[in-house]
Every structure is written in structure tokens, then in C-alpha cells.
């Protein structure tokens, strides 16, 4: 599902939790090494759980501790607790969309990817976007090699076996569970089993930004294909 579809669902809940007191304005988890969730501001807060990547919340304060910002905010599940500031991104807010651009640069792949997606769904209007959208895209590629390699690793009997069909096994590969959560589209080429991206984001750079120095990027990486 959509993160923007997400929300939407989320902050109806949401404004029934707060019976509309104030604006919601809706944030996004997009660093799950520091995304732990306490009782308390502060490290030496209790446990309570680690928030996952794309999780929406809502902040409603903020206290410094130790030099860092802690964030008091509610799930979706009307959950309270205290979380590291550095976690999330909130939309319309100044100066994010710059920040979310810096951790899409570090991490594994698919942290990388996942942030793409988030980026593409609050910041829509980021001048950031035609680099985001290409990079994204190269990063699903590369993904699609990778998991190409590792299927031929993994049906090495199987094709020798002949049955069931190679390619079925390819296509119910447990490695395009994750992506296809994400709302990333890899497909099998049956011709040589191998897996591609199928470019939805160089496609949405030519849509949106055809004068764009990534547009031309975009399009050799289309062609190529």
C-alpha cells in the first residue's frame, strides 16, 4: 500500500485520537537504528519497541537529553512513548526533504530503496526529486541483479531436475517478497531468468522533469533495457 493511501487512512484515526484539538501533521520512521521507542526521554527510557521503516506517527512534543532531541509521539495504535527525533521525517517541514536525501545515501540497499519510496511520497515537491527518482531506480536494478544471482544460486538442482518449470520458481522467489511490499515492481525476463526493474521511476522523471540532466540519464537507462 501506498504511504500517501497510508496516511490518509491513518490520519482520520488520528483525528479521532486528538478529536481534532490541533492540525495533525504527520511524520514518517525512516531510520530504524534509532527508532526505539520508550517510556520515558531519554536512553535510559524504558523499552517498549522498535518502529519499522515507513511507520507514520504523530509527534506532539519534543525534550532534549544528553544533547539529543526526543520526540514524544502516538502510533497509529493510539500507543504513546519517546523516541529519538533523529528517527523520522515530518512533512512541510523546512529542511527535511534535505536530510531524508542524506540517509538515502547510507545504509543497505533496500534501507536505501525504502527511503526512496518515502521520499517520493512526502516530498513530491522537493527539487530534490529528479535525483531521488534516478537513484532510486538504479538502486532497484542493481537489487534485481542481485536477486538474479542468488535465485540461480538457490535453483541449481531444481534445473537440472527440470520439474517443476525453472521459471515458476523464479517467480515465486521468496527474495521479491519484500520489494513487492514496498510497491517495487521486479519482473522475470522467462527468456534468460533473470529479474529487472521495470522503471516506473525513470519513467516518472520523463513525465515530470523531460528538461531534467536525469531525464536524459533516465532515458539511456531505458533504452539500454
Not at 515507513?54 to 520526540?71: S, T, Y
Amino acid at each position: 500500500m501506498k504511504v500517501t493511501v497510508l496516511m490518509t487512512a491513518l490520519l482520520i484515526s488520528f483525528g479521532a485520537l486528538t478529536n481534532h484539538a490541533r492540525p495533525v501533521i504527520p511524520a514518517v520512521i525512516v531510520d530504524e537504528r534509532l527508532s526505539v521507542l520508550r517510556r520515558s526521554p531519554g536512553f535510559d527510557g524504558a523499552y517498549i519497541s522498535r518502529l519499522s521503516h515507513g511507520k507514520i506517527i504523530i509527534p506532539l512534543d519534543e525534550r532534549r537529553m544528553d544533547d539529543i532531541v526526543f520526540a514524544k509521539i502516538r502510533t497509529a495504535t493510539g500507543q504513546l512513548g519517546w523516541i529519538q527525533r533523529d528517527s523520522f521525517v515530518k512533512s512541510g517541514v523546512k529542511g527535511e526533504d534535505e536530510r531524508l536525501l542524506r540517509l538515502i545515501s547510507v545504509g543497505t540497499q533496500f534501507d536505501r530503496i525504502a527511503r526512496v519510496r518515502i521520499f517520493c511520497e512526502l516530498f513530491r515537491n522537493s527539487r530534490n526529486m529528479p535525483a531521488v527518482l534516478l537513484t532510486g531506480g538504479d538502486l532497484v536494478e542493481t537489487a534485481a541483479q542481485k536477486l538474479t544471482s542468488d535465485a540461480k544460486k538457490k535453483f541449481t538442482d531444481e534445473s537440472q531436475a527440470g520439474l517443476p518449470p525453472l521459471w515458476t520458481l523464479y517467480s515465486n522467489f521468496a527474495g521479491l517478497s519484500r520489494f513487492r511490499k514496498l510497491g517495487v515492481q521486479i519482473f522475470l525476463s522467462r527468456s534468460d531468468l533473470s529479474f529487472h526493474y521495470d522503471g516506473h521511476w525513470w519513467k516518472e522523471i520523463l513525465r515530470r522533469f523531460p528538461d531534467s540532466p536525469e531525464a536524459r540519464e533516465a532515458a539511456k537507462r531505458l533504452g539500454d533495457r
